[in-house]
């Protein structure tokens, strides 16, 4: 501790009287107890300066050991312990303090050790001293050491800076770190500034990308920061401090305070380098400026040194006289004695001239070993012709590199016909031969590449083109050269054109853009031409280069490309795309005129079937012929386009009325009634359906004109196809409820909200159970029942039939076979068919899986189909029937009567049952006509070997009427309507009929 220390004996007033002594002082008095936490019992009251209160320390607000940085509290602890537990009572250490500010100060402490007469310690009085100047400019200093040396590698100039800025941003705990380059704007006569590199610590935004960094106006916003850099002075401030004008860019950065010093290049300023607080407020000592004038004093050597590497780069011509100024390595041989080398001729051959004996024969055998042969005659005939020689060859040093190294070196005089030697230098040309390496493929590059080159002196000369300029103008190079590109001139563009590009060439120094030229055999043709000026060291004009890129192809792709993205490729008519654009300004031209418009939507009738059976050739043969047709049919200013599948769209303004759209939607028809011949001695019919809105009554706007169109297209459909139907309102709420209906359906499927419920079908003679038929029913929780009528046909259209059917299957079979189990031996299942199921090819092997999983026998399930199916896909219908009846199950004709089934057809198929529709069951007996049907069917099906079945029985008139005819069974409300399958078993099952 020091002098000033209290000794053993001395009171509290002896610190007091220390502590008023070293009021006058930096230093500060401290003594704490040796107890858990070191309380502080007495500290001098300059400790204030520090941000601390006196009086609360000592009431142990907080105790000494609180106030030690975490990281040097151990260290700190470990040496109090050591001279707690030695006798020596003196000892120094250096550590950080926490302030009242909440920062750390860097003290020095020198502290005795108090003991009690049993030598048992008391506490720790200390001095302690302010170092915080000192270790930050230890810390600059290591910081700087650590990175100048870095700066002034070789290596990419980016990534020395970026690595520099890391380097003293980290060492120095600045939030950013950046560098900033002056340039000047000669026709504003101002001084900008732009940032080029960044470092940021961890969570500070980078700023690197903000074009408010780029091109400042220095002068303008900050002219005194520019004074004081210009006099080599740092700027050093709180932003809450500096004039409102220079805040702003910096509070949009959220800089809190900044140190920022000069670049100076040559004894000229180049641009600052500086630091940002972002986090909080910072006081920037000293020290951080020592750091950051010592790094952007070796930042202004790297970017010297940059600078001098690019201009070795200019031209062969440049880099030799750079090469001449550059250090080479001498050396002198003389026959007899031995030979010299310079220091630097060794370092260039990588040889130690301790271990090394400079001679002609240590020389060659550095030489490479492809270079050796031809060196040594080299040299040997200059020797005999004693002349000079200057070669290029290469070494090879003993770490394995390989450099190219140019000697030159001439004979000494001959004294009496005596030879005293030859002397010379040698240079690393390593760095020139990598140039002429990149140079010669610089121009095999320019020399494959398909642009066309072309360089011109200040005359406009032509003076170099490259292979390329040749083959797009057609000019050979001998033609060319000496010649004006103007000679390409094609006459498109007027002299105003080309004194703006000359204008711009002479101000910017570069012109680009498209122009149009001709070709030696006289064609035209378009092309992107970039021309900019070649520059001398003295930044004067000595060339300009001109690159063409032949732009036709892209010219007549472009053009391709804007048909197609508006033209359909089929048929050459406009695609959804124009037709919309066509619409849309029809709309606003029968707006302003006060106009209507007709719109119809065009649907082919059954064209997928015309796909499906002859092959999508003939299908687009067919839509071409038909987008002719439309075309023909339609005059004026009508727009017909091709929505895409067989869907087309006819625009006509040229309609006064509901009347003028009926006669138009007449003549589409008409137009398409007449065969269509594809192929010799083949004819084609087709049909089309057709929907109509109108403007203004239907839509105000494109969209709901094309809605309405559609909704209509829909009803004709519905209508039975080759007709029209205009929209009414009615159409919109009937595709809505469609629409919310098809989502419950989906909802429902997923949600398991489907039930089977089950049907018996008895025997007409005994009235005992045959059969039941499965029944979907729909029953969404809390609400009524679905009727079937309601989604069984927009299941089919959306495709949701096929899970629905298979799931009922599924279901169905499993029930039947539970309740076989259960003592209902022989019942069979009948079970509906969608035409989806029906058309898909392994539905037989979904089939056969269902029943090998619910276990029931095939000859107990029954499949029903109606005459329709039929009628569709007969031969894929008529295959999958024959697979189903080779597994044993039965099939039978639904609603029989009612269809198109031809006795053919009936003899063909492999069928069990017919099922009398309904609607002849209810004419039993009442009327003479739907009675004579039922009883001929009946004698229909049991000449075929049929057994028949009458649905829909409701009285016992009509029960016995079929029993008098011999049909075979029935069902009906008579006996039940379907019921789920508890109550069926209840009521039919029970008393199973032996």
């Given amino acids: 501790m020091s002098s000033g220390a209290p000794r053993p004996g001395q009171g509290v007033g002896a610190h007091e009287r220390i502590g008023e002594i070293l009021l006058r002082t930096d230093a500060v008095a401290f003594r704490w107890r040796n107890a858990p936490g070191w309380p502080v019992d007495f500290v001098s009251d300059n400790v204030r300066r520090w941000g601390l209160d006196p009086a609360r320390l000592m009431r142990g607000e907080p105790p000494f050991a609180q106030l030690v940085h975490p990281c040097d509290l151990a260290r700190v602890a470990a040496e109090v312990e050591r001279h707690s537990q030695q006798w020596d009572p003196y000892f120094r250490q250096e550590y950080r303090l926490r302030d009242g500010e909440g920062g750390w100060r860097w003290v020095e402490d020198h502290t005795w050790v108090e003991r009690g007469t049993d030598g048992q310690v008391l506490s720790f009085n200390g001095v302690l001293v302010d170092v915080t100047e000192r270790k930050l400019s230890e810390l600059a200093l290591e910081v700087a050491a650590g990175t100048i040396p870095s700066l002034l590698d070789s290596g990419s100039l980016d990534a020395l800076v970026d690595a520099g800025l890391a380097r003293i941003g980290q060492g120095m705990a600045a939030d950013r770190a950046y560098l900033f380059e002056f340039h000047e704007d000669s026709e504003a006569g101002a001084t900008l500034a732009s940032q080029r590199y960044e470092w940021c610590a961890e969570g500070i935004s980078p700023q690197i990308d903000n074009p408010d960094l780029q091109g400042i106006p220095f002068s303008h916003i900050y002219p005194r920061w520019l004074g004081l850099l210009h006099a080599d002075s740092a700027v050093r401030s709180r932003v809450a401090d500096m004039p409102p004008m220079e805040r702003a860019l910096l509070e949009a950065q959220d800089i809190r305070s900044l140190l920022v010093v000069p670049v100076n290049l040559r004894g000229r300023l180049w641009g600052f380098l500086g630091f940002d607080a972002v986090r909080t407020e910072r006081a920037w000592s000293n020290a951080d400026e020592r750091v950051l004038r010592l790094t952007a004093a070796a930042l202004a050597a790297a970017i010297e040194q940059d600078r001098m590497v ?378 089309a359906s057709i929907g109509i809105s109108l403007y203004p009554e239907d839509g105000l706007n494109a969209g709901d004109l094309v809605r309405s169109a559609d909704a209509a297209l829909f009803r004709a459909k519905e209508l039975g196809r080759n007709t029209f139907h205009f929209f009414t309102a009615s159409l919109v709420d009937a595709a809505s409820e469609r629409l919310e209906l098809e989502s419950r359906l989906r909802q429902g499927l997923k949600r398991g909200e489907f039930l089977v419920h089950y049907q018996p079908i008895l025997r007409c003679d005994d009235g005992g159970i045959e059969a039941v038929e499965a029944l979907l029913r729909w029953q969404p929780p809390g609400e009524s029942q679905v009727l079937p009528g309601r989604f069984i046909g ?171 005819r011999g049909c075979d069974q029935f069902q009906g409300f008579l006996v039940s309507p379907a019921v789920p399958p508890e109550e069926l078993a209840q009521r039919f099952l029970i008393h199973w009929p032996a």
């Fill in 310 to 687: 690019e201009a070795l780069r200019l031209g062969e011509e440049r880099q030799r006289l750079a090469l001449d100024a550059a250090e080479a390595g001498s050396w002198e041989w003389r026959p007899g004695r031995p030979s010299v080398w310079s220091d630097r001729h060794f370092q260039m051959l990588g040889l130690d001239p301790a271990e090394t004996e400079p001679s002609f024969e240590a020389w060659l055998a550095s030489v490479h070993a492809d270079d050796r042969d031809w060196i040594a005659r080299e040299v040997e005939a200059a020797r005999q012709a004693q002349r000079a020689f200057t070669i290029e060859y290469r070494v090879e040093r003993p770490d394995g590199s390989v450099r190219w190294m140019q000697s030159i070196g001439k004979p000494r005089c001959y004294e009496g016909g005596r030879e005293i030697g030859m002397v010379g230098i040698v240079l690393d040309i390593d760095t020139r031969k990598q140039a002429e390496e990149r140079l010669r493929l610089s121009a095999a590059v320019i020399d494959s590449t398909r642009d066309g080159v072309v360089v011109t002196g200040l005359d406009a000369g032509i003076i170099a083109v490259n292979r390329a300029y040749c083959e797009i103008t057609g000019y050979a190079e001998a033609e060319l050269l000496g010649q004006n590109p103007r000679i390409l001139q094609s006459g498109r563009h007027d002299d105003r054109f080309y004194a703006a590009m000359w204008e711009a060439l002479v101000r910017e120094g570069h012109w680009q853009g498209e122009i149009w030229s001709r070709r030696k055999n006289g064609e035209v043709y378009p092309e992107w031409l970039t021309i900019s000026a070649v520059r001398d060291e003295a930044g004067r004009v000595r060339h300009y280069v001109g690159v063409v890129t032949d732009v036709s192809r892209l010219k007549q792709t472009e053009a391709e490309l804007a048909r197609l993205a508006h033209y359909d490729p089929l048929t050459g008519l406009p695609n959804r795309l124009l037709a919309q654009s066509r619409l849309e300004h029809a709309v606003e031209r029968c707006e302003y005129e006060d106009r209507r418009l007709a719109l119809l939507m065009v649907d082919i009738d059954h064209f997928k079937t015309i796909n499906d059976s002859l092959g999508h050739e003939i299908g687009d043969e067919l839509l071409r012929a038909i987008g002719d047709r439309l075309r023909g049919a339609i005059a004026g200013t009508s727009t017909v386009a091709r929505l895409g599948g067989d869907e087309f769209l006819l625009i006509t303004e040229d309609v006064q009325g509901v009347r003028d759209a009926e006669v138009l939607a007449h003549t589409v028809l008409e137009s398409l009634r007449a065969p269509f011949e594809l192929n010799p001695g083949q004819e084609m019919f087709v049909a």
């Fill in 794 to 964: 927009l299941a089919e259209d959306t495709g949701l039939i096929g899970p629905l059917g298979d799931w009922v299957l599924e279901t169905a079979c499993r029930q039947v076979q539970r309740w076989r189990r259960m003592g209902a031996g022989n019942l069979r299942l009948a079970v509906n068919l969608s035409q989806r199921q029906l058309h898909q090819p392994e539905f037989g092997d979904r089939v056969m899986r269902i029943l090998a999983d619910s276990g029931l026998d095939p000859d107990a399930l029954e499949l029903e189909i109606t005459e329709s199916m039929l009628m569709e896909k007969a031969s894929l219908v008529i295959g999958t029937l024959h697979t189903l009846r080779a597994l044993g199950v039965r099939v039978s004709i639904d609603d029989f009567g009612t269809g198109y089934s031809s006795l053919a057809h009936l003899k063909r198929l492999p069928l069990d049952t017919l099922k009398i529709d309904r609607s002849f069951v209810a004419d039993i007996p009442r009327h003479q006509g739907g009675a004579e049907i039922a009883a001929a069917i009946i004698a229909l099906g049991h000449q075929l070997h049929l057994e028949v079945l009458a649905e829909g029985v409701e009285t016992e008139e009509q029960l016995a009427f079929l029993r008098e």
